[in-house]
């Protein structure tokens, strides 16, 4: 099974500073007959349902602010928030959907206010 | 408006069974994968398994092989896990979710109901 392995677990950032969150695989997630990367980010707010918000490592989902960017390939991710604002607090999840299941995430990674 | 909305989530004692459920709306059910995720109490998101559009394929993770069965009904727009020999560790938020449209796998996950909690306790 693919590992997902975030860092760091939790971090606070001034409003309208930059957070920044790592995720990273086990084995690549990139894959040469498609030129994917299978990588998504989630937003987890307390008492809400989780919220796509990157997939292909870089594709925003439907409706989530330009603030919100995804980078990397291979091993190496990065979910950035460039101005975060108050209510982007929540927990932020990476997972890794190359070819076959298990689907797997990253442990979480709690965005809070500074 | 495209919801899920779960329910039949409850206590159960170690050893019982369950069978959480899901009803869709808003979309074309038929068209997309279905996945349940799980989160324990405290811990991170955790897929348990993924059922093709037409139910043809299902998958699971290794620690509800044989005890969890996934369907659907897509003349109902529904969705069900069956959970048998409930254990412990089981106990969790289950979150249906939907999948991608594609043709051989699932991918990401763009929609979540609010989730059912599923407690396991004598």
């Known amino acids: 099974d693919i590992v997902m392995t975030q860092s760091p677990d939790s971090l606070a950032v001034s409003l309208g500073e930059r957070a920044t969150i790592n995720c990273k695989s086990s084995?690549?997630?990139?894959?040469?007959?498609?030129?994917?990367?299978?990588l998504a980010w989630y937003q987890h707010k307390r008492g809400q349902p989780p919220k796509l918000l990157i997939f292909?490592?870089?594709t925003r989902g439907s409706g989530v602010p330009d603030r919100f960017s995804g980078s990397g390939s291979g091993t190496d991710f990065t979910l950035t928030i460039s101005s975060l604002q108050a209510e982007d607090v929540a927990v932020y999840y990476c997972q890794q959907y190359y070819r076959n299941p298990p689907w797997t995430f990253g442990q979480g990674t709690r965005v809070e206010i500074k | 408006e495209v919801q899920l909305v779960e329910s039949g989530g409850g206590l159960v004692q170690p050893g019982g069974s369950l069978r959480v459920s899901c009803e869709a709306s808003g979309f074309i059910f038929s068209g997309f994968w279905m996945s349940w995720v799980r989160q324990a109490p405290g811990k991170g998101l955790e897929w348990v398994a993924d059922?093709?559009?037409?139910?043809?394929?299902?998958f699971y993770v290794d620690p509800v092989k044989g005890r969890f069965t996934i369907s659907r009904d897509n003349a109902k727009n529904s969705l069900h896990l069956h959970m048998t020999s409930l254990r412990v560790e089981d106990t969790a938020v289950y979150y249906c979710?939907?999948?991608?449209?594609?043709?051989?796998?699932?991918?990401?996950?763009?929609?979540w109901g609010r989730g059912t909690l599923v407690t396991v306790s004598s």
């Open positions: 084995q690549s997630l990139f894959y040469s007959a498609t030129n994917n990367t299978y």
């Open positions: 292909w490592a870089s």
């Open positions: 979710v939907r999948g991608t449209t594609t043709l051989v796998r699932n991918w990401y996950f763009d929609l």
């Open positions: 059922i093709k559009k037409d139910g043809s394929e299902k």
